[in-house]
């Protein structure tokens, strides 16, 4: 299942994805994966969720790219449960236009190998249209 955060920078987005996050993985017994912008969340998430910085992958620059990296991620770890993926619209070639399909993909992901996906997206619910129906939204992004 795809789960999303919406809103503007600043709505408080990124603190909720990481104490759901943290909150999870009290209760998880499989394996919990925070995909972030920057190091800057090592240290407010708990020491079980790994965390990934995309600083630290440069060339993953597009949706495809990304949905790659992701089933990189899958790849290595049988037991995960959960990947969180804050601001993707901040940090990859990714725009409003790639998120109807970024988040078709999630799905398709999701169902296939039954894991959960938490993405935040900085951005106006109504500016993602349709890209978002159908998806479950977690915050009241007024």
Request: charged share 25%; net charge negative; hydrophobic share 40%.
């Amino acid at each position: 299942m795809v789960k999303l955060m919406v809103g503007h920078k600043g709505s408080g987005k990124t603190k909720a994805m990481v104490d759901l996050a943290n909150d999870l993985v009290q209760t998880s017994d499989g394996s919990i994966v925070f995909i972030n912008k920057d190091h800057r969340l090592m240290y407010d998430l708990k020491y079980r969720i790994r965390v990934v910085s995309m600083e630290d992958y440069e060339f993953v620059n597009n949706v495809d790219e990304y949905i790659g990296f992701i089933y990189g991620i899958i790849s290595s770890d049988h037991d995960l449960e959960a990947i969180f993926i804050d601001s993707i619209l901040k940090y990859s070639n990714i725009g409003l236009k790639d998120i109807g399909g970024f988040l078709s993909m999630l799905d398709k992901i999701s169902k296939a190998h039954e894991l959960d996906f938490y993405v935040s997206l900085s951005a106006d619910p109504a500016e993602l249209g349709d890209a978002i129906k159908g998806y479950e939204i977690l915050n009241n992004p007024a």
